[in-house]
DNA sequence: CGACATTATGACACCGGTGTCAGGTTTGAA
DNA sequence: TTCAAACCTGACACCGGTGTCATAATGTCG
């Protein structure tokens, strides 16, 4: 078994690699003759080009980097499995590159990231959708990028989003709805833009509804498991005891629920408890979780498409997308006992 | 900002491109002072070689694969973790290849992705390591690769394991001790060659302690938590109802402790429930899972460091290595009540 | 001090593709 | 029928490194 190369196609098949390579490339000019015949080579000789070759001529990798610092493995997941998606239809490679950094260590830590792997473009996911140093940064580089799931940064790129501040109203009006009044939120970590966007859509349902925001009910958490049981704490030491708590992602919820069970409460007869993101846990614990499922996987795939697009003919306009996320209701909220 | 090459820094500082490669590389032949010289230049230039031409004149890619598939996202993130750490100790990059395939079709998935992707080697993870016709192929193809947690398979080569059969005994036995005879237990996935392995360590527990094996405590689920509902549900509906059940990993437990809190059962005082694999959700439930921990990352990273050191040197003999697992104990086991 | 081994260096081809451009052929309109 | 425009094709340089080999400089030893 030796190696088939352009040049091997190219003799085997009486013409030159230049024009082998117009119809690997769908390049025009060449006569269907020709082209038919160096498809049938391609096929007896199981030609595959050499990528590597490709992109030192083209000056690309055909590579896109995926950056992220997330606490949720289900979150990172289903960003990759949506990244992948993109870049096997287009024949694009995805390299992850998880990073813990913030300020200038992050921006260094990409700079060599570009430099030593030669990225074509980078997505960025929660939180760096929002680091506005790095959008600035890559900007200057030229770097094309994508950005998942951001909310408030205004930047005229490509960007696809879910809804945050819809579902946490639809959420917090559901529980309103099943008669609480007293609803507990804990919030994520401050630099996911998602935090605020979730807050917001919180205190505009309890508004819409005339109910009095209250600012002992809502307590600092970061989106871990383990920050959702100091602020389960404070929500159920507190007297009265709220009847509904809403935390911002499934994994606070779940530990404001493992608190609850711990101390003897039924949920949802006594307290009802919601969350966010439809993780696995969500459906995993019982009761299960009343909680937003966002559309992860399509968001992703959506801005690798378009980043790919991109690389490939620079374009203009900006893309702008907002997806709508879901209300899942399952046992852990009820109508309030009377 | 123009790009800075190897032509560039040869002939800044006056020497040909060549002896700039030979330094790159730690080649010997070159003079301390050149050596030197050339050195200051790269750090002034700021110059970073070309991974792509490199790949090209060496024909390699300096990526790894890592196949896998595998319903634990937790399990996944885990394995990607040490697999990149060993990758960037490296300056490698590492490629994620989830595919859901058996038989044929994995194998003609796998051709697809060596040949367009040119990688350097790849990474089994469970259920892959043991699939003895992927491994022949790879050995055919002259690609290196290392296998992950495999158990039964035979083969010199690179693996990293961990004691599956050992922690499947201890936990076992850890339940014998609090008092349980009538243990069920739920197998996991038949192509996963750790099935096998925590089976006969709750079988070698049991006859240890002179417990006859029943067969009808057994269950045969496939790792996800769909199976341990159903699992789940049979178990609980036997009569006598047995006093603890011991699931092949966390995902089937939890789904055991979900069905038993359902049906008001107390865990653990009316029933005792064991995992395997130590996943997040055994601490985020109530009550905490006692289960194995692995020291996945660490496995995974051995297996690719020693596959990259592999590519660079093939080596003759094989490197097959078994680490320890560990019985971490939480509230949902206890003793049996008389 | 001369003969030879060793070390240091560079010229040049090469990896497997793509971009540029020139030259030949076909097409179509005048 | 003629000539320009459009189409097809290949020669050749190039991308940014590495491998081979020749040659120059230095070192070693009798």
Redesign the interface.
Same mark, same amino acid.
């Given at each position: 078994m030796k190696k088939v190369t352009i040049n091997s196609v190219a003799s085997y098949a009486g013409v030159s690699k230049k024009t082998v390579s117009r119809v690997l490339n769908n390049e025009p000019n060449v006569s269907d003759a020709t082209r038919e015949k160096v498809l049938k080579v391609f096929k007896e000789l199981d030609y595959?080009p050499?990528? @590597?070759?490709r992109? #030192?001529a083209q000056n690309r990798?055909f590579?896109i980097g995926c950056i992220y610092d997330n606490p949720s /493995?289900?979150y990172?997941?289903r960003v990759?499995?949506g990244a992948?998606a993109a870049c096997q239809e287009n024949?694009y490679?995805? #390299? @992850?590159h998880?990073c813990d950094l913030r300020g200038d260590a992050l921006i260094s830590n990409i700079e060599h990231l570009l430099?030593?792997? =030669?990225l074509d473009g980078l997505v960025l996911t929660p939180p760096f959708s929002d680091f506005k140093v790095l959008v600035d940064f890559l900007k200057s580089k030229k770097i094309p990028y994508a950005r998942v799931a951001s909310a408030v940064l205004e930047d005229e790129s490509i960007s696809v989003r879910s809804n945050d501040e819809q579902g946490a109203f639809e959420i917090t009006e559901h529980l309103i709805n099943l008669g609480h009044k007293a609803i507990a939120f804990i919030k994520g970590h401050p630099d996911h833009s998602a935090t605020e966007q979730r807050f917001k859509g919180y205190r505009r349902a309890l508004s819409t509804h005339g109910i009095e925001f209250n600012e002992r009910l809502v307590e600092e958490g970061n989106f871990s &498991?383990h920050s959702g049981v100091d602020s389960a704490r404070s929500i159920l030491d507190l007297t009265p005891r709220p009847t509904a708590v809403f935390a911002s992602n499934d &994994?606070m919820a779940?530990?404001v629920? /493992?608190?609850a069970?711990?101390r003897q409460l039924k949920v949802p007869d006594d307290i009802s408890i919601a969350g966010f993101d439809n993780a696995?846990?969500a =459906?995993? @614990?019982?009761p299960g979780l009343t909680t937003i499922a966002q559309p992860v996987e399509e968001m992703t795939q959506q801005a690798v498409n378009k980043l790919i697009e991109h690389i490939s003919e620079p374009q203009e306009q900006p893309y702008q997308v907002t997806l709508e996320a879901r209300l899942i209701t399952r046992e852990s909220t009820a109508q309030i006992k009377p």
């Open positions: 595959t050499n990528p @590597i070759a992109g #030192l990798s590579i /493995k289900s990172i997941t990759q499995t992948l024949n490679n995805l #390299l @992850i998880p430099q030593s792997s =030669r &498991y &994994y779940a530990a629920l /493992k608190l069970t711990q696995p846990i =459906r995993h @614990i019982w």
